[in-house]
């Protein structure tokens, strides 16, 4: 399984518990990742071609992509080693958040498109995007950036920037705090869904702060699952799996 997201975590509980044989990977995008009750592997598998090789060195039967709806390169590359082995692959994926009523959110397409929406203005921007992507943003200077990274990184791309260091899933009650004792006056975020990092969105209702929302990448086609019960009946129906 490809894993790095909360319901990854929950799906290697439910391997673990059915004696199923797993390994679930990491890209190592951090120092510490969470530890899981199945096997762990970290690190890129060198594009597709070493994905297809690793997939077929370990003999895997099934692969599931249980990675970040925006991994999109990840899950490119599996759905391009498993038609090309002709293995079993299911994603694993959680639906997008949807604005509710007092919530004041602006849907871009993409990171560039987030940087422009942002005013003129000097603005206290909650930047919750994570470390990748944070270059983009050093074309609106002006702005005071508060940043949640889950490391602590040697330099940064932003010349009035702040670093809170953290690994969700966080809280509404601490979120709402951490906007409030920085005086955000704008939030941008994924469109990540699930529970582990919607808080922030809850915290910027409450206090009535604009939300700068970016849309997931596009994803090939492939079968999808939407809960961890889902995924065990899709492996169950495989005979060669006896469960
Ligand atoms: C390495 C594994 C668990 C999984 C926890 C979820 C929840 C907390 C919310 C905010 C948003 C952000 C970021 C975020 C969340 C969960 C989940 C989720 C967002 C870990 C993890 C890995 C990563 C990689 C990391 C990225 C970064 C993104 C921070 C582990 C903790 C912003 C995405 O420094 C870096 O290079 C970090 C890179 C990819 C996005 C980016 O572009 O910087 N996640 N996050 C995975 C690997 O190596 O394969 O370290 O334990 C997993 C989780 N992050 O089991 O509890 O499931 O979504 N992760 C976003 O959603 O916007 C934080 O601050 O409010
Ligand atoms: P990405 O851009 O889609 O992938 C870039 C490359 O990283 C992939 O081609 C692959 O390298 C490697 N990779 C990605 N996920 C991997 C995994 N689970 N196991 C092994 N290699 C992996 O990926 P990303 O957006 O950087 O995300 C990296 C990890 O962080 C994933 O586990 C994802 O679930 C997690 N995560 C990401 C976000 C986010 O906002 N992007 C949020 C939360 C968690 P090779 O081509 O060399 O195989």
């Known amino acids: ?15 673990a518990d059915a004696g199923l044989r797993t390994v679930y990977s990491y890209a190592g995008r951090t120092a510490a990742p969470v530890a899981q009750p199945v096997p762990v592997r970290v ?15 370990q003999r895997i039967s099934h692969v599931v992509d249980a990675t970040h709806p925006f991994a999109a390169q990840m899950s490119r590359n599996a759905v391009a080693a498993c038609a090309a082995l002709g293995l079993p692959l299911i994603g694993y994926e959680r639906s997008g958040w949807v604005a509710g009523p007092g919530d004041d959110w602006r849907a871009v397409p993409d990171i560039a498109a987030a940087v422009a929406a942002l ?24 702005h005071s950036y508060l940043l949640r990274l889950v490391d602590c990184p040697e330099s940064l791309p932003l010349p009035q920037a702040q670093v809170v260091v953290a690994r969700g899933p966080f809280t509404t009650e601490a979120d709402l705090a951490l906007l409030r004792a920085q005086a955000i006056t704008h939030i941008v975020a994924k469109n990540a869904g699930g529970t582990g990092a919607r808080a922030k969105l809850d915290a910027a209702r409450l206090l009535g702060l604009p939300v700068i929302l970016i849309d997931r990448p596009a994803l090939p086609q492939r ?21």
């Open 1 to 15: 399984m490809l894993g790095g997201t909360t319901e990854a975590g929950l799906l290697a509980r439910a391997l």
């Open 43 to 57: 690190g890129g598998f060198g594009g597709v071609a070493g994905l297809q090789a690793y997939l077929r060195d």
């Open 119 to 142: 005013p003129d203005r000097a603005a206290r921007v909650f930047l919750a995007i994570g470390r990748q992507h944070l270059a983009a943003f050093a074309a609106r200077p002006q």
């Open 223 to 243: 079968q999808v699952a939407g809960s961890v019960a889902e995924v065990m009946r899709w492996l169950g129906h495989s005979a060669d799996l006896g469960v």
